[in-house]
């Protein structure tokens, strides 16, 4: 049971990242390849031009890493820009931790 929960959160916060990447490469394909143990890759090619974006496995299955954190942490980080500035290379992406921990009042 606990996996399947874990199944689903993962594949939400995966769908964040290809609808965050839709959104900043209009006429790309979206490609998503998965080594379970490592990362998510995520390729945006339209033909011309290609960019990669890695992000690793155990991020999508953090469970402070809500969707509206990742998708935050996208679109705060610029992550569309840092991978066109990558290119081909790859950008490696990691949520700052400050985005992932609970602030209280001082």
Do not use: C
Not at 83 to 99: C, F, I, S, V
């Amino acid at each position: 049971m606990a996996a399947m929960k874990d199944a689903a959160w993962i594949k939400a916060n995966i769908e964040v990242v290809d609808n965050y990447l839709k959104g900043e490469f209009e006429n790309y394909s979206i490609a998503h390849q998965t080594d379970n143990t490592l990362t998510h890759t995520f390729t945006v090619d339209n033909g011309k031009k290609r960019f990669t974006l890695v992000i690793g496995w155990p991020i999508f299955a953090e469970r402070r890493l809500t969707q509206a954190r990742i998708g935050g942490g996208l679109k705060k980080g610029n992550v569309a820009e840092q991978m066109r500035l990558h290119k081909e290379a790859g950008y490696h992406w990691t949520p700052l931790l400050e985005d992932t921990t609970q602030r209280g009042d001082m």
